[in-house]
Structures are given as C-alpha cells and as structure tokens.
C-alpha cells in the first residue's frame, strides 16, 4: 500500500467503549503536517486512549484512528513512518540507554549506528552505558523522544514529553518540536502545562469526557475565548472599586493580588482618567488577557455540559 500525502493523523468518528463507559465518542479530527498540534483534556478526557487508537495499541469500537490514510497495522515499516513516546517509564530498568536504543533499531531494521546518533541528539551520549533504572524522569523523557525519533518518521505523537523536564530540558524538548514541524512533520504532544502549550502549540485539539470542544488555531483560541481586562493597583480597593462602580464599571479584587482590581470591558486610558479625577492613588495600570488556562479551565469545568 502507498501512503498518502502529505501525512497526517486523522479521526473518523472515532468512538472507543469499555463496557457502559465511552471513553471516545464520535471523535472527528485531523493532524496536519508543518504544525505543532497541542491536545488537550483534563484527565479522564480520552487523550490517552485516542492516542492509543492512532498506534494500533487499542482497537476502535467503532470509526477509525488513520496515519496518512491507513491503519496503523497497514502501514509498511511503521517506525519509519510514525514515532510515539506514551510512557516514557516503559523501558526495562536493567538495560543501558544504549541497548534499548540498538534493540529498537533493530526490530525496526534501522542501522545500528542511529542508536548512537539518537543518544548525542537528546543529551544522553555520557550516559549510554547507564542502566535506564538510574535515570531520572527527565533522562527517561529524553530516552523515549530518542526511541520515537529513532526511524526519522513523518509523524510523532508525544504524551505528557515535558513531564519531569527543567527549565533547560523543557525548552529543548519546545525547539525540538518546533523543528520537526518545520521539517515537514506532523507533530501532535499532550501535557498538562499550559504556560509551555500556549508556547510551543500552533493549533488546539481540546476533548472533554471523550468528546470535541475545540479544534482551531491557538490565535484563533485565544482571540476568541479569552477576554481582555485592566489591572489596577492601589493602597485603597474598596475606594477605588466605588469610583469605577460610579462610573458603570464594576470591578472584582484581582484574586492573584489583594490590592489589585479587575476591571473588564473597560481601557487603561478610561481608568485611568477615572482615577486621576478623583484623586486617587495608583501603583500600576496594566491591560491584561486571561491565558489559556484560563479558558482551558471554563471550557472543562465539572458542571460543563458535555457538547
């Protein structure tokens, strides 16, 4: 069979059910190729088991998960066209960096020299001889990114790669991603951390209790789903809450600062005309914009209705 092009992950009404509880309902979506795709879904959303449905580890109780138009079980030389970290730890703890990198080299009939490759490219070449029971979580992270890149494939699913990672290592792991999609890849992580998500992802895919919230650019996300606010600090809250309030502009004690408000739908020139009429003092004026975590957070509240 000859693969499509350009690859790309897509969901075909992809439903998986364990018994009474769907996991995945109906799920319809595409990965497309150049772009870093973040996916996103408070635990329990599915993210896990569709990722599993696109590696041919879970089978799909109806629909289907495709890897440039065909199953995973179709795909010819499979490492060559998809590399998958889904837990880093799955590694046995007696074996080197470096054996578990030969060994996977091999069942994927990659030369052995690509091993030692991998093991310089993520960091590891001073602990190859290294049991990968010794390593820390991030060593591990960097082991299972190696393991995943190991046959140069079109398309790599990451789950959760920035877990246990620094600082350093997290901004490595965000210019690796950002390579391989401009490399032509299709690139689609999960992780929890939204400050690196709203950094490192060009478009959202967000699931909630196994069903699609949103699928769009982060731009596009962020514009839409989030609002603007000014941030207004001052040695008197109260009064300064009765001034704006006065004005038709109610405001809220900004929960991050207790001597700071939050003023929404209003400008940093209007409050601040406000406040320098009636006498009052003022540390900071700030416009501010709710983050993704933010948004992330009401679009998956508990009493959210499933869509």
Known sequence: MVLSSPLSLQAHALTKRHGAITAVDALS???????????????????????????????????????????????????????????????????SAGAHLWATARAAGIPRSRAHEMLEMVGLADAGTRPAGAFSLGMKQRLGIASALIGAPGIVIFDEPLNGLDPEGIRWARALMRDLADEGRTV??????????????????????????????????????????????TPDTAGLARILAGAGLPTTVDPDHSDALRVRDASTDQVGRLAATAGAEISELSLMRDSLEDAFLRMTAPDRKAA
């Open 29 to 95: 979506f595409e990965v497309r190729p150049g772009v870093v795709t973040g996916f996103l879904g408070p635990n329990g959303a599915g993210k896990s088991t569709t990722l599993r449905m696109f590696l041919g580890l879970d089978r799909p109780s109806s629909g289907a998960a495709t890897i440039g138009g065909l199953r995973a079980a179709e795909l010819p030389h499979p490492a060559r066209v998809v590399g998958a970290m889904l837990d880093a730890r799955a590694v046995h703890p007696r074996r």
């Open 188 to 233: 689609l992580f999960s992780s929890h951390l939204m400050g690196e998500m709203e950094l490192t992802a060009d478009h959202l895919i967000v699931i909630h209790r196994g069903t699609l919230l949103a699928d769009e650019p982060l731009p596009t996300f962020i514009a839409t789903r989030t609002a603007a606010w000014v941030r207004v600090r």
